[in-house]
């Protein structure tokens, strides 16, 4: 129902990326020309690559683990996603303004690609976290978040060839990830995979304490990873997104069925296989093999 556009650069018209016109009048130019803090934490996700998970592991980490107010502040208002305003409109709060307000430091999410974000991060090198999920589970994933929030109409497989055609809103995914992918060894950049979380989350909770300057024990390592858990989170909801869906839903006219949808809703790696025919399966395969970057996904 949205109307989307190309928004692409003028010198390198290969790097675009597809959003609702409402994010250029809106988004666009304050976002571009945001003033960024060296002690800002962002993470920065193409959409439905585990950005939630990520935000509660980084939240927690940086905030030394602070449970009181995890099980208190929604992680949407402890975490802001900037380009909301640009991508639902009628969106009661102005969360780009809640963005720039919020104390210091800041931890601010974004789905926005890398030529799409503030210039200054560029320069001031606030840390950055990066997660990147295989793009077959995360085109499954998507397809759930539209059909069930968005109300989309169509098939998986139709909703798969429309995200190989790189016209979903934030395609196309795969030049998403390389611009992070080849900035990865930058010191203020951590490159972090949904797959890697799954098979060994203790890791890369590590990964993100070195990155964030923290040292915790042990057992707080092992306690934080069971609040990270997929049981956990799901059940969270100060996590799990319930509120916001149901309200979001109500903003578009979708009556809203948590035994139908459920944002954390498998959280697995592989569940392509069983939701996916052979042809879309192909369809992604091509897709991924099209950008020609180092990438080896695991899946
Ligand atoms: P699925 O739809 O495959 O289940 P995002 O936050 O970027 O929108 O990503 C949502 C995806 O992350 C969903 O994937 C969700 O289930 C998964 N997820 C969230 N928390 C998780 C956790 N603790 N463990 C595994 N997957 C998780």
Redesign the pocket.
């Known amino acids: 129902s949205k109307d989307f556009v190309k928004i692409s650069l003028k010198d390198d018209p290969k790097k675009f990326c597809v959003m609702p016109q409402s994010f250029v009048d809106l988004d666009l130019e304050r976002i571009k020309n945001m003033e960024i803090f060296e002690d800002d934490v962002w993470v920065v996700?193409y959409?439905?690559?585990?950005?939630?998970?990520t935000q509660e592991m980084v939240w927690m980490i940086g905030h030394d683990l602070d449970y009181e107010t995890s099980m208190e502040v929604l992680l949407d208002d402890r975490y802001p996603f900037l380009e909301l305003n640009g991508i639902v409109p009628n969106y009661p709060k102005n969360m780009f303004e809640e963005c720039i307000n919020l104390a210091r430091p800041r931890y601010i999410k974004s789905h926005l690609p890398l030529f799409l974000l503030p210039d200054q991060l560029w320069t001031v090198k606030p840390k950055i976290i990066y997660t990147a999920r295989n793009p077959k589970?995360t085109a499954?994933?998507y397809y759930?978040?539209y059909h069930n929030m968005n109300g989309y109409q169509g098939t998986i497989s139709d909703f798969i060839e429309t995200f190989v055609k790189d016209i979903m809103m934030y395609a196309p995914m795969n030049n998403h990830v390389i611009d992070f992918w080849n900035i990865r060894s930058q010191p203020n950049i951590l490159f972090l995979f949904?797959e890697d979380?799954?098979r060994n989350l203790k890791q890369e909770v590590k990964k993100v304490m070195k990155f964030l300057d923290k040292d915790f024990t042990q057992n707080e390592i092992d306690k934080l990873c069971t609040h990270?858990?997929?049981e956990s989170?799901k059940k969270n909801k100060m996590i799990n997104k319930e509120e916001d869906i149901k309200h979001l839903m109500s903003l578009e006219g979708i009556e809203y069925n948590p035994e139908k949808y459920t944002?954390?809703?498998?959280?697995?790696v592989g569940?392509y296989k069983q939701e996916l025919t052979k042809e879309a399966i192909e369809m992604l395969d091509e897709y991924i093999k099209k950008a020609e970057f180092d990438i080896e996904y695991q899946f």
Do not use: A, E
């Open positions: 996700t959409p439905k690559c585990g950005t939630t998970w589970d499954v994933s759930h978040h949904f979380m799954k990270l858990s997929f989170i944002f954390i809703r498998k959280g697995k569940g």
